[in-house]
């Protein structure tokens, strides 16, 4: 969540932000109002509590003396009274503050482009050569079952939509893409980490926004757990309520299976993996200091186009407009693969700061050069959303014959094979 003193500091920064985003400012003043109650309610219990202590003394006085204390001891009562009164309400004016608060999105930064959807985002750059086929190329969906690498009926029985079998080279593949990634982020100096696969509603609500909590999360039932949506949301909370050294960026690779309700997707790729309940995962993220933000954030970029160039995937960088941004991010890039049988870009992975938003809420700090603690920033992004760079590989690679190619450096990790032919019928 925001901090409360940008709040206090900066009002109109952040109600320009909400504007941005195509939201009410007004929630901006409502959680003023609140903090100013809260404060003010503080204030009044202090001096409660100082007279209070006054009156006590005076007791004390006039018993040593011999003296009545009746009226004294009504006084005494009257102000504990009130200071319960007045702790009430603090706690009242504490809870409506900081649940507005967690209904607050981030900060954007200055720089993010204005627009309301995916269609006012912005294309940074580009890179590969995109493929001219001698032939009308298919798409994975069909690939899959010519292939016969997936069983797509029997998950949608077993399960419902969008859940699947994969079978034969496509797990070799599944299993290729996420060492090769690993190995890729582990020689770069990321610590890999395998987190556990669901958390408590406090953790994982400290990684997301509440808008985005129920339309993504599953919740296990009688449980206060949640599956996670990515290995980001367990690797924010790795270490809540800590102080951690940033002397140098601590990161993180995390590997995981990742579980999304996809519920405003509703007729959104329905064939095929691309738009699934589970898939897998390779994740970077990093808790660095504020000073060390941009290099961090342009290094994970760097190393998805990294490894993207090294599949021969063409594809392109596109900064998301402020109304296409997380709640939980200031800003985001998406690197978006070329699907040729859709003939378009389509996002296979991000890369987002989230400034001290998820830090807040974690109470993760590291302590300043004034020895003073302080929100780290954290940053993620993604380097292998493995069920997606499938898809875009199956496309990518296809050949008039129906068989689809091993990317040249996958080929170590796949066991000798290096295509996968179609079933004959």
């Given at each position: 969540?925001?901090?409360?003193?940008?709040?206090?500091?900066?009002?109109?920064?952040?109600?320009?932000?909400?504007?941005?985003?195509?939201?009410?400012?007004?929630?901006?003043?409502?959680?003023?109002s609140y903090d100013k109650k809260w404060r003010k309610t503080l204030q009044d219990i202090d001096k409660l509590r100082q007279k209070r202590n006054d009156v006590n003394r005076n007791i004390a006085e006039l018993k040593k003396s011999g003296k009545p204390v009746t009226a004294k001891i009504k006084?005494?009562?009257?102000?504990?009274?009130?200071?319960?009164?007045?702790?009430?309400?603090?706690?009242?004016?504490?809870?409506?503050?900081?649940?507005?608060?967690?209904?607050?999105?981030?900060?954007?930064?200055?720089?993010?482009?204005?627009?309301?959807?995916?269609?006012?985002?912005?294309?940074?750059?580009?890179?590969?050569?995109?493929?001219?086929?001698?032939?009308?190329?298919?798409?994975?969906?069909?690939?899959?079952?010519?292939?016969?690498?997936?069983?797509?009926?029997?998950?949608?029985?077993?399960?419902?939509?969008?859940?699947?079998?994969?079978?034969?080279?496509?797990?070799?593949?599944?299993?290729?893409?996420?060492?090769?990634?690993?190995?890729?982020?582990?020689?770069?100096?990321?610590?890999?980490?395998?987190?556990?696969?669901?958390?408590?509603?406090?953790?994982?609500?400290?990684?997301?926004?509440?808008?985005?909590?129920?339309?993504?999360?599953?919740?296990?039932?009688?449980?206060?757990?949640?599956?996670?949506?990515?290995?980001?949301?367990?690797?924010?909370?790795?270490?809540?309520?800590?102080?951690?050294?940033?002397?140098?960026?601590?990161?993180?690779?995390?590997?995981?299976?990742?579980?999304?309700?996809?519920?405003?997707?509703?007729?959104?790729?329905?064939?095929?993996?691309?738009?699934?309940?589970?898939?897998?995962?390779?994740?970077?993220?990093?808790?660095?200091?504020?000073?060390?933000?941009?290099?961090?954030?342009?290094?994970?970029?760097?190393?998805?186009?990294?490894?993207?160039?090294?599949?021969?995937?063409?594809?392109?960088?596109?900064?998301?407009?402020?109304?296409?941004?997380?709640?939980?991010?200031?800003?985001?890039?998406?690197?978006?693969?070329?699907?040729?049988?859709?003939?378009?870009?389509?996002?296979?992975?991000?890369?987002?700061?989230?400034?001290?938003?998820?830090?807040?809420?974690?109470?993760?700090k590291y302590l300043t050069k004034e020895n003073k603690k302080e929100p780290v920033y954290t940053i993620n992004g993604t380097a292998m959303t493995v069920q997606r760079?499938?898809?875009?590989?199956?496309?990518?690679?296809?050949?008039?014959?129906?068989?689809?190619?091993?990317?040249?450096?996958?080929?170590?990790?796949?066991?000798?094979?290096?295509?996968?032919?179609?079933?004959?019928?």
């Amino acid at each position: 969540m925001i901090d409360i003193q940008l709040l206090r500091e900066n009002p109109e920064n952040v109600k320009d932000s909400q504007i941005k985003r195509g939201l009410d400012a007004k929630i901006v003043d409502k959680i003023l109002s609140y903090d100013k109650k809260w404060r003010k309610t503080l204030q009044d219990i202090d001096k409660l509590r100082q007279k209070r202590n006054d009156v006590n003394r005076n007791i004390a006085e006039l018993k040593k003396s011999g003296k009545p204390v009746t009226a004294k001891i009504k006084e005494m009562q009257k102000l504990c009274d009130e200071i319960f009164k007045g702790q009430k309400n603090q706690d009242k004016f504490l809870k409506k503050r900081d649940e507005l608060r967690l209904k607050l999105p981030n900060l954007l930064d200055d720089d993010v482009p204005a627009g309301k959807n995916e269609n006012d985002n912005k294309e940074l750059r580009n890179w590969g050569k995109i493929p001219n086929f001698n032939f009308q190329p298919k798409a994975h969906a069909d690939l899959i079952e010519d292939l016969n690498v997936a069983d797509m009926d029997s998950g949608a029985i077993v399960a419902g939509a969008r859940f699947y079998y994969l079978k034969n080279e496509l797990v070799i593949l599944n299993l290729a893409l996420q060492k090769f990634a690993l190995d890729f982020l582990t020689n770069k100096g990321f610590i890999p980490v395998q987190p556990p696969y669901m958390l408590n509603r406090a953790s994982v609500g400290g990684s997301v926004s509440l808008a985005d909590f129920e339309e993504s999360i599953y919740k296990i039932e009688k449980e206060d757990l949640y599956l996670i949506g990515t290995s980001e949301h367990a690797l924010a909370a790795m270490h809540q309520n800590q102080t951690i050294n940033v002397d140098k960026p601590l990161k993180y690779a995390g590997i995981s299976s990742c579980f999304r309700k996809e519920a405003g997707s509703h007729g959104k790729d329905t064939k095929g993996i691309f738009r699934v309940h589970r898939f897998e995962k390779i994740e970077q993220f990093v808790f660095c200091n504020p000073k060390d933000e941009d290099e961090i954030f342009n290094e994970i970029i760097g190393n998805q186009e990294e490894l993207f160039k090294t599949l021969q995937i063409p594809y392109r960088i596109v900064f998301l407009c402020s109304g296409d941004t997380g709640g939980s991010m200031s800003k985001t890039y998406d690197l978006e693969g070329w699907f040729p049988a859709q003939n378009r870009y389509r996002e296979l992975g991000s890369t987002s700061t989230a400034k001290t938003y998820q830090a807040v809420k974690q109470k993760t700090k590291y302590l300043t050069k004034e020895n003073k603690k302080e929100p780290v920033y954290t940053i993620n992004g993604t380097a292998m959303t493995v069920q997606r760079t499938m898809c875009c590989i199956l496309e990518n690679y296809q050949k008039k014959n129906g068989s689809v190619e091993i990317p040249t450096a996958l080929i170590p990790y796949m066991n000798g094979i290096k295509k996968i032919s179609p079933v004959k019928k």
